[in-house]
C-alpha cells in the first residue's frame, strides 16, 4: 500500500524560506499527479500546488510566484520550496495526489510564521 510522509516543517520568520519533502514508499508515485495541501486550525484543507506526471506545476492564486514545487520519480519523492513566507502561511501541510485520497493522507508537517 502507497504511504506519503511529510517532513521540512518548522517554525521561520517572515520572509524566511523551508523546503518541505514528501517521501512515497512505492514508486506508484511517478504514475500519479501529485499535490501539496495545507490546512490551518479552524480552516478546511486547501490545495496550493500540484505537479503532473511529467512534471507539470499549476499553483493557487495565493501562492504568487513564492513557492516551487518539484518530484524525482527516481527517488520517490516531491518538494516545496517556500519562500518569502508570511504568517499567512502558518498551517499543518500535506502532500497526496490530485485529487486526494482518502488513504494516502499523512501525519502532516508543521510550518509555522510568527507574526
Known amino acids: ?3 506519503l510522509v511529510e517532513s521540512g516543517g518548522g517554525l521561520v520568520h517572515p520572509g524566511g524560506s523551508l523546503t518541505l519533502t514528501c517521501t512515497a514508499s512505492k514508486d506508484i ?3 500519479m499527479e501529485m499535490a501539496w495541501y495545507r ?3 479552524g480552516q478546511q484543507r486547501e490545495w496550493v500546488a500540484s505537479s503532473g506526471t511529467a512534471g507539470s506545476q499549476k499553483y493557487a492564486d495565493f501562492v ?3 513557492f516551487a514545487i518539484s518530484r524525482d520519480n527516481k527517488l520517490n519523492t516531491m518538494t516545496l520550496r517556500m519562500n518569502d513566507l508570511k504568517p499567512g502561511d502558518s498551517a499543518v501541510y500535506y502532500c497526496n495526489s490530485k485529487p486526494p485520497r482518502r488513504n494516502l493522507w499523512g501525519p502532516g508537517t508543521q510550518v509555522t510564521v510568527p507574526s
Request: charged letters at 25%; hydrophobic letters at 15%; zero cysteines.
Open 64 to 66: 504568487q510566484g513564492r
Open 39 to 41: 490546512q490551518d486550525q
Open 1 to 3: 500500500q502507497l504511504q
Open 29 to 31: 508515485f511517478r504514475y
